[in-house]
């Protein structure tokens, strides 16, 4: 609707200069929850056990996690959200 060529260059750039925190953030979280859920440690699975059963009983913190693990947190361009352009 606004004449704009998704696929030109600086059009791309700008989205993944807006975008680039919430990417590596979520790439860092994605890296350590697959360190946490692969190590065989004793101590480190009962941390993790323990870190979920809260995440679990406390809604707001379940939800925040949810709506990052989305990409519906941070900077999130409006046709993303659903808003008009």
Known sequence: RLGIDLGQSDVL?????CR????????LATNSLNLLFSNKSTLLRAVRDIGLGLV??????????????????????????????
């Not at 750039?13 to 200069?17: G, K, L, S, T």
């Not at 680039?20 to 790439?27: C, E, L, P, S």
């Open 20 to 27: 680039r925190f919430d990417t590596m953030a979520m790439g």
């Open 56 to 85: 679990d009983r406390a809604p707001p913190l379940k939800e925040m996690f949810i709506r990052q693990a989305a990409g519906l947190s941070g900077q999130v361009p409006r046709l993303l959200k659903g808003e008009a352009l």
């Open 13 to 17: 750039e700008r989205y993944q200069r």
